[in-house]
C-alpha cells in the first residue's frame, strides 16, 4: 500500500515542470482528451484483467503510475485552457463553478463507490470510473471554440522554458507570495490528515459506516465555499478573502478537536463542514488572480511550478505529521497543522498578496504580462564583495568562484534567448514603469500603481539608500535603480 501511495504521488515531483514545458508548447485542449483516453486505457484494463482471471498487483502498480503521470499533464493544462475559453474578467465565475461541479463529485461520489464495491466488488466498479473518464474526454473534444496556436517556440532550449517559469513565480512578488503561502498551508494541512482518520477511529472511535456519513456531511462545506467565493472576492477584496479563507481552515481544523467533547459524530459533521469552507474560496480566487496575471506562453509553466512547491510542501507535511504523531500523539500533531495553517494566512497577510483589492484589469496585452514577469538583464560589473568575478558569456552568465545560491541567482536571472530577444528594460528604455510591489508593467509613468496602490516615490536601492521619484541613479552608491 505504501508503495502504491508513493506511485499515485510521484507525478509532480518528478515530472511537473517538463509538464508545464510541454503545456506550454502544445495546444492545450488535445493534451486534455488524450490525458483521459490514456486514463481510460489504464483504468478498463484492471475489469478487463479481473474478468480474465490475470489480474496481479504489478499492474496496478503501473496503472497507478499512469494514472499519477496523466493527472499531471491534465491539470497544468486544465489550467491553463480555461484562460483562452473565456474573458479574464470571468475567470473567477468560471472558476467557482468549476470548483462547484468538482466539489459536488467529491461529495457525491465516494458514498457511490462505496455502494458499489459492496455490490458488485472493487475491480469491476472502476469500469463505471473509466466510462465517465471517456465521457470527460468526449465533452472536451466538443468544445467548438478554437484554440489559439503555441506561442511558445520548440526550438528555445527545454532548460531555459523551466528557467521562465522558475523565474516568473520567484522574481514577481505576487506569485511569490502565493507560492509560500500554498506551501505553508499545505505543510500544515499534510500534518493534519495524516492523523485525522487516527483522530476519528481511535479517539472518536466511529464506525466506518457513520464516519463516512459524518465527513459527507462535511464535505458540503467544499461546494458552499466554491458557490460564495465570487461574493466574497467582491465583498472583502482579493487579499482579505484569501486571508479569511486561509483563516477559516485554520480555525476549522482546530475546532475539530472539540468532537471528543460531546456527540462524536453530531460535532465532528458541522465542524468539518466549516473547516472545509476556506480551501475552494483560496483557491478560486489566486488561480483566477494567477490566470490574470500570467501571460497565456507562461500559463503551463507557472501552474505547473506552483503545482510542484504546493505538492512537494503536502507531502513534506505527512511525513512530519507522522512523525510527530508517533512522537508526541494525536491531537498535539492535529494542534501544530492547524496552527500552521493559520500561519499561511497570516503570511497572506502581511504580504504583497495581503494589500491587493481588487483584480489586475490594467494590464492589456501579453507582451506587457510578460515584460513585467520578466526584470531587465544586469550588466557584469566586475569584481563583487569579498573579491567574486562575474563574466558574461555569450546569453549565459558563468559566475566563478561563488557558491551553489549564487549560481543558482544568476541561473534563475539569466533569460532565455526568446524572451531577452524581445524586452527592453522596463521603466527606462521604454517608458514604463514598473510597480515594485505586484510587478505589474505600467504603460503610463505614474507615482502610484494603478493595480495595487504602490508608492512609486518610495523606492530603496539594494545599498539601503531611499530614492525620491523619478531618480534614475543612487547619489550614494552610484548603481543604477
Known sequence: MGLLSALGNVGYPVLGLFAGVMVDRWRRRPVL???NIVQVVALGSIPAAFFLGILNLCQLFIVTLVMSVTTVFFNVAY?????TLIAREDLVEGNSKLETSSSAATVVGPPIAGGLIQIVGAAPSIAL??????IAAIAIFSIKKPEPLPSTPTQCSFWS???DGLRAVTKTPTLCNLAASTSIYNIGNGMFIAVFYLFIY????LSPGLAGITLGIGGVGVVVGAVIAPK???LLGLGSSLTAALMIRGFGLLAVQASMYGPAAVLLAPLWLFANIGIPIYNVNQVSFRQILVPDKLQGRTNATLRTFSYGAATLGALIGGIIGAQYGILATMTAGALIAILAALTIRFGPVGRLHDMPQNVDTAESRLDALNPPEKKDEGREKFGRQTSVKGPEKAVRGGGFLSRLKAWLETPSIETSARRGTPGKQQGYAVCRRCGLQIVRPTRFCQSCGADFGKV??????ELGFGDRF??????EV
Request: charged share 25%; glycine share 8%.
Open 33 to 35: 482528451v488524450w490525458s
Open 79 to 83: 489550467t491553463a485552457y480555461l484562460p
Open 129 to 134: 470510473d473509466a466510462l465517465g473518464t471517456m
Open 161 to 163: 522554458e523551466i528557467k
Open 202 to 205: 481511535d479517539l472518536l472511535q
Open 232 to 234: 466574497l472576492l467582491k
Open 460 to 465: 530603496v536601492c539594494s545599498c539601503g539608500r
Open 474 to 479: 543612487c547619489d550614494r552608491c552610484g548603481r
